[in-house]
Structure formats: C-alpha cells, structure tokens
C-alpha cells in the first residue's frame, strides 16, 4: 500500500507563494510509482491536472494554466514530492490534491491509483 499526504495550504493573497508538501510512505511506493502528480479540484469543477513528474528521471509536465509559475520537483531520499506556487491567483483556489502512480507524466486522474486526501488552497483577491 502507499499513503500520500499533503500540507502546506492556506489562505493567501493574490500574488503571493505557497509551497505544498506531498509526503509518501508504504512498502511498495517507489516499485508501484513512477510519476506522482498534482491535481486540483475547484467548488462544483471536476479535478484537473496541475503537475506530474516521473520518479525516476525528473522529467516534469505542467498545465498551460500554471506554466511559468508552478514548479514541480521531488526528494527521492524523502519519498517527497513539492509544488511551489509562485503569482498565486484567485483562480487557483481549490483543494490541491497529490496522486501516486504507474503512467509516465500521466495527465489524467484515471492515470494514477493512489491519492492523498488534500490541502486547501484559497488565493483572494
């Protein structure tokens, strides 16, 4: 099994960072994992794809719609995967949610099989 779990959320202005955490842990994570994704998923919206990097290699994936002030990166000694958001907009508010899965740079939530409860992310105006 893998556990993820995220922190690193709050309120915040617009404009300003935040830098969430994903923690992962379970026997089989780094056999099971070989890209770890970031999603978010707004009020009465469907979750969508914010951020993927492969485990292995680094190779990072963004949104178009964070491209420029989102960062993905990992810890592979930590079993950690961290997402720094830089010119945080109000749109950006959502629960952010961290997954764990077999797809290189998946894109998709159906891509990943393991999923963090989430952290709350609000940008006000």
């Known amino acids: 099994q893998v556990q993820l779990v995220e922190s690193g959320g709050g309120l915040v202005q617009a404009g300003d960072s935040l830098r969430l955490s994903c923690a992962a842990s379970?026997?089989?994570?780094?056999?099971?994992?070989?890209?770890v994704g970031w999603f978010h998923q707004a009020p009465g919206k469907e979750r969508e794809f914010v951020a993927a990097i492969t485990w292995t290699s680094g190779n990072t994936y963004y949104a178009d719609s964070v491209k420029g002030r989102f960062t993905i990166s990992r810890d592979n000694v930590k079993n950690a995967v961290y997402l720094q958001m830089n010119s945080l907009k109000p749109e950006d508010t959502a629960v952010y949610y961290c997954?764990?899965?077999?797809?290189?740079?998946?894109?998709?939530?159906?891509?990943?099989?393991?999923w963090g409860q989430g952290t709350q992310v609000t940008v006000s105006s």
């Open positions: 379970g026997r089989t994570f780094t056999v099971t994992t070989r890209s």
């Open positions: 997954a764990a899965g077999l797809i290189l740079g998946g894109v998709r939530s159906a891509q990943y099989t393991y």
